[in-house]
């Protein structure tokens, strides 16, 4: 890896959410980032999180009333879910959460970087001078609509040498358009840990195609997938859901539905064997990192026509898009024959090797970001 000349970049990395322990559904993508960071000779890393397994070498920058907040945050299904779920209350944690933001963003000034995921946080940055790399994902991209929003994002970065850094390409033209005048706009894709490459698939020949669909359940996650696989579910064909039901919708009965998972279950019992991963999501995706983790495996993804899943997916080639019943059905039957279910997942992991790569590359990424903002960019081979 590549090594500073000189002493390390203290970086302050923020999230609202965070798995608390292995077993956690909930941010996977940020305990993988923070335990990748923590590997960089270059960082000395701070987090402030809600509770959940910590690197020996990470200090929690968190009080106690901090992370008491967070974790009731956390329990009660995040910002995003509150707002959603229960709108003039979310008012109260969104003030409460901007609180506590300011009270952390002050404290730890001193810091040579705030690493900041998701945009709506990093309002509270006003009058503070720290440089910022701030992670653009789908939920917080889509609030750029909401009224006023801009303007105020604009106010904030005008103060501070800033680098918004989408999770996705697919985001940077309206990004540029808002931004590139004030901060660089420079995407940068979130990793695969080495499990998903290393996981040995066998398709399953002769027998029922186990099709796999992994999410949180709610109506805008599942789109229509109940409405445009009712027909199809059959003796040869099995659809299991995976992920807490946090809509508490109606899962029809031909739908295997097994609740919440976890890495652990995925990569040992429900991957390998999978015929396909389908998302049919309406939801405002950045680029959802399960499929990313699919597609590492070798396995094929039917995917709804979204620009985060275009991002991915070489309709035909790595996957297939849907628009669609008959074209989820043309997928479905193309899929199933061996042959063009192994040639596209292999094509599917090679691409995620060439163009996503591990945490650890991201971890590089994000550490180059972190050089230019701090002006640090000698590097040793």
């Not at 917080?140 to 103060?159: A, S, T």
């Not at 279910?341 to 991201?362: P, V």
Request: hydrophobic share 40%; aromatic share 8%.
């Amino acid at each position: 890896m590549n090594s500073f000349r000189n002493k390390n970049i203290t970086v302050l990395l923020i999230s609202t959410s965070y798995p608390r322990n292995d077993q956690d559904w909930r941010a996977r993508f940020i305990a993988d980032m923070t335990e990748a960071l923590s590997r960089c000779k270059n960082i000395s890393l701070k987090t402030w999180f809600p509770p959940g397994n910590l690197s020996s070498n990470v200090i929690s920058a968190a009080l106690p009333e901090e992370s008491l907040y967070l974790e009731k945050l956390a329990a009660a299904g995040g910002i995003a879910h509150i707002l959603r779920s229960q709108k003039f209350r979310g008012i109260s944690w969104i003030l409460n959460l901007l609180k506590n933001l300011r009270a952390v963003y002050q404290r730890e000034s001193n810091a040579d970087v705030m690493h900041i995921n998701w945009l709506q946080n990093a309002i509270p940055l006003w009058g503070i001078k720290t440089p910022a790399v701030i992670t653009v994902l789908g939920t917080d991209y889509k609030l750029l609509e909401l009224p006023g929003m801009i303007p105020l994002l604009r106010m904030v970065l005008k103060q501070r040498k800033s680098i918004i850094a989408p999770n996705a390409q697919w985001m940077r033209i309206s990004l540029e358009k808002h931004f590139a005048d004030i901060a660089e706009i420079r995407p940068i894709p979130f990793g695969v840990q080495n499990r998903w490459f290393e996981i040995s698939r066998n398709f399953p020949v002769g027998i029922a195609n186990h099709w796999l669909t992994v999410s949180r359940v709610t109506a805008n996650k599942i789109g229509p997938l109940f409405e445009w696989g009712k027909n199809l579910s059959d003796e040869k064909n099995i659809l299991h859901l995976l992920g807490p039901n946090q809509e508490n919708l109606s899962i029809p009965g031909w739908v295997s539905y097994g609740g919440a998972t976890n890495p652990s279950e995925l990569l040992e019992k429900w991957f390998p064997t999978a015929a396909g991963l389908i998302t049919l999501s309406r939801h405002d995706e950045g680029r959802p990192q399960v499929m990313l983790e699919a597609m590492a495996a070798g396995i094929p993804v039917i995917a709804s026509d979204l620009p985060a899943h275009q991002d991915v997916i070489m309709h035909g080639k790595t996957g297939w898009i849907v628009k669609s019943p008959e074209d989820f059905r043309q997928a479905l039957d193309f899929m199933s024959i061996a042959e063009n279910n192994i040639s596209m997942g292999n094509a599917a992991k090679q691409w995620i090797k060439e163009h996503i790569g591990t945490w650890e590359d991201c971890a590089r990424r994000y550490e180059s970001a972190y050089a230019d903002l701090t002006e640090r960019k000698s590097y040793e081979k």
